[in-house]
């Protein structure tokens, strides 16, 4: 798909989406994670480009990866 770009990223992949909405490009992400399932995000923001609607995506399913794996590590760690 053109308007997908996809990043391996610390065991997610994650698909970056530029999905053509009248004159712009809604960028949306879908993270895969590691036990196969997937999550998707509703419409993140609307761009003139559709790099930029990829870019963004992606950017936003990195720092949702980053933030959840920093809440799991904190998790763990008072429970241990």
Known sequence: M????????????????AVPDGTSFAAMVIVRLPSGDQVVSGLLNRFHEPYEAKRSAIEHGVSEIDRFLAARRGLNASMA
């Open 2 to 17: 053109k308007d997908a770009i996809e990043l391996d990223f610390k065991g997610y992949l994650v698909t970056g989406l």
